[in-house]
């Protein structure tokens, strides 16, 4: 049998990828406008990294990583997600030497994770994400949370929805954990061993937990809003009070805690509501990690981003029925009517090129016809008719694919008329 992809691993074919890069597009255009700046990171990173950053106590960490040791024995982690990288780098290139400055920074790139298959959930699949570090004002949750509502407007994206909560700071965070621990202890051996192992680690999860959701005690569980210090809840109405000035629509989802250890204050989900979509229906998640930087052994930095599946982006997209621009096509595709005339479509292929007149032709030979539907199939706005006759007088057609006329023009000026036509400078 022949060799297949990877499970969980897939092929962005040529007929495909005119999505994607439009999306990128999109992308790029938005994060310029909002100044943030690309930044490239290894794909794959020591692992410690992942297991100080991301946590211990998440499926990330202790289920999902693709973990192998290197042909030294160093233990080498292909990245799960792009904030413990982008936080490293920030730390070891020294990015937050200047004072006031708030370094914004966003990423577009593949991410792995040994996770169960299902619509929408790949073993690699893509992030476009971003992080602002450096500052702490609510304005800058707010922001963050807009370039990720914008994202989904420029895409046409109706069947959407913004919900919002709060963890609060250390403190608050402590009280709140302890009160969840004194809550689940006394039946925890009725729950399921990820709850049971995360009950001390990291109880917040155990409100997470798909297994055990519908316990009574999941409803009757504490809620952070009541744990929470002046500083937080202060904290998070600004925060509100930001989106309410960019009207900005969201809902308030006290049980919104999310997979990774490192948050605090504000975290955010942007969720389709499209249905026949799965279980799995997050296109975005994020918040604030005030305290990773200084775990990683940088400077005390609080930091917010988030980051989109573009697979699933892509798939909501397709279920709202929202058409991606096909923007692969031809300026002109050469037609040859023999083998005599090959030679000169050859040569003028080039010159077009040299142009700038992005063109193809016919490699094998074919007949008109079968030239022709080539030259649809690309989506060839001119074709150019090399023919032994026309040859002769030193004249060529140009034939308008779209208003299918056509016109006999003289050799020499081939590349001026078309050039005109295509309004080529
Ligand atoms: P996350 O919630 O783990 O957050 O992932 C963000 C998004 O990545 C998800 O909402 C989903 O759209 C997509 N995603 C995650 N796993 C898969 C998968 N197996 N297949 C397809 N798509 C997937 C983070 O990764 C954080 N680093 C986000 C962040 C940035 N927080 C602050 N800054």
Known sequence: ?????????????????????????????????????????????????????????????????????????????????????????????KLYSELNYLTKVYYLGSMFRYEKMQKGRQRQFTQFGVEALGG???????????????????????????????????????????????????????FCGDCQRRLELNPLRVLDCKVDHDKPSMAKAPKMVDYLNDYSKNFFEKVLKHLDYLGIEYVLD????????????????????????????????????????????????????????????????????????????????????????????????????????KCDKDYFNRKVKAQFKSADRYNARFTVVVGEEELENQKMIIKDMIAQTQEVVEINNIVLELKKRLEVK
């Open 254 to 357: 006290h049980n919104l805690v999310r997979g990774l250890d490192y948050y605090n204050h504000t975290v955010f989900e942007v969720m389709s509501k499209v249905e026949g979509f799965g279980a799995q229906t997050t296109l975005c998640g994020g918040g604030r990690y005030n305290g990773l930087v200084e775990e990683l052994e940088g400077p005390n930095t609080p930091g917010i981003g988030f980051a989109f599946g573009l697979e699933r982006l892509i798939l909501s997209l397709e279920a709202e029925n929202i058409a991606i621009p096909d923007q692969n096509f031809v300026d002109v595709y050469i037609v040859s009517m023999s083998e005599k005339t090959n030679e000169i479509a050859f040569k003028l292929q080039e010159e077009l090129r040299q142009n700038y007149i």
């Open 136 to 190: 702490e004002d609510p304005s800058i949750d707010a922001e963050v949370i807009s370039l990720a509502v914008n994202l989904i407007k420029k895409l046409g994206l109706k069947e959407v929805k913004v919900a919002i909560n709060t963890l609060g700071d250390k403190e608050s965070r402590l009280k709140y954990r302890e009160a969840l621990i004194n809550h689940f202890k006394p039946e925890i051996d009725t």
């Open 1 to 93: 049998m022949p060799i297949q992809s990877a499970k969980g691993a897939y092929d962005i074919l040529p007929n495909e990828t005119y999505k994607w890069q439009y999306i990128e597009s999109i992308i790029r255009e938005i994060c310029e406008l909002y100044n943030y700046k690309e930044i490239r990171t290894p794909i794959f990173e020591n692992t410690d990294l992942f297991v100080r950053g991301v946590g211990e106590s998440t499926d990330i960490v202790s289920k999902e990583m693709y973990t192998f040791l290197d042909k030294s024995e160093r233990s080498i982690t292909l990245r799960p997600e792009g904030t413990a990288g982008v936080c490293r780098a920030y730390v070891e290139h």
